[in-house]
């Protein structure tokens, strides 16, 4: 092998460039390529070489490409918790005092689908009219606390308190979990007291997950056992849960706000009243030190203050 040959098999290991390290937080943020191309206003093949350029330079694979989109591999969760809070704060700096700078970056939220969908969405939805764009992610709380840290959200909706001096977290609103069935099985299953959950023993259970972790909690809380059966139904997603309840497939521990529509048309009924029943508190959370942009402080601000009638 040549001199001029080796020269042209190994990577340069000069310093990175800060254009590709642009693409590539772009990419990582979108979970694609086109993505990140429309964010940066480049073509698809342009950023495509870009990214295959930053990884010859690294001698490292970056993202595994998806039949949809993109996964990045942990050594871009690795470069994206390193470079984006520098390269946000260089944009800052870049944009400031542009004429409609900040509209050109969306507001990046992530959260559990329900809260998104039923409680947040719908007070963000007047912003779009302000210039605010938005991209929303669902997810677990683990999984999108990750992405925040790395760079991938601005804000965090968390049904989980975040750890660590990373991340700030406010306490958003109290959810209230409540024990309902459909009419018909309510008259069938008669009065439930707190010191027997006898009566819910036969009852099918309609549950998120196979472990049951809500209506456990509820369970060992409101009755101090363990629920007694195994679920008969289950769907990951709480709006699920309730259609599949108020159908009368079974009784199921929901939050009050997601079933409140249907328990004042009488579609679903709680069974009990306890006097403590059990709360969850989500967290607006956001990177600590991460610049001020107006858009996400406005969301922030308007989910805050929306919270406070939830």
Do not use: K
Request: glycine residues 8%; contains cysteine; hydrophobic residues 45%.
């Amino acid at each position: 092998m040549t001199h001029q040959e080796s020269d042209e098999r190994v990577p340069d290991r000069g310093p990175l460039d800060l254009t590709l390290l642009r693409t590539f937080l772009a990419v990582y943020r979108a979970g694609s390529l086109t993505g990140g191309a429309q964010l940066l206003g480049l073509s698809q093949p342009t950023v495509t070489g870009q990214i295959r350029g930053l990884e010859q330079q690294l001698e490292r694979q970056l993202f595994e490409r998806l039949p949809r989109g993109v996964a990045p591999t942990p050594v871009a969760d690795e470069l994206a918790a390193q470079v984006a809070g520098p390269l946000d704060a260089l944009a800052a700096v870049a944009e400031r005092g542009l004429p409609g700078s900040d509209s050109s970056e969306p507001v990046h939220l992530g959260g559990p689908a329900e809260l998104l969908c039923v409680r947040v969405l719908p007070v963000l939805a007047p912003l779009v009219d302000r210039g605010v764009r938005l991209r929303v992610t669902t997810g677990l709380a683990d999984d999108l606390l990750d992405g925040l840290r790395a760079g991938r959200f601005d804000l965090v909706l968390s049904a989980v308190r975040p750890r660590g001096r990373s991340v700030v977290a406010e306490p958003l609103m109290d959810e209230e979990f409540v024990l309902v069935a459909a009419p018909a099985w309510a008259a069938r299953i008669g009065p439930v007291g707190c010191d027997d959950p006898g009566p819910l023993r036969e009852v099918p259970l309609v549950a998120y997950a196979e472990d049951l972790p809500i209506i456990r909690r509820y369970w060992r809380q409101v009755f101090h056992t363990r629920p007694p059966m195994s679920p008969s139904v289950v769907v990951p997603d709480l709006r699920g849960v309730l259609a599949a309840v108020a159908a009368g497939a079974g009784i199921s521990v929901l939050p009050r706000y997601l079933c409140l529509r249907e328990l004042r048309a009488g579609e679903v009924v709680p069974l009990l009243d306890p006097g403590d029943p059990p709360i969850n508190t989500p967290f607006l959370a956001r990177r600590a030190g991460a610049p001020e942009r107006p858009h996400v402080s406005l969301v922030r601000e308007v989910l805050l203050a929306s919270a406070r009638e939830w």
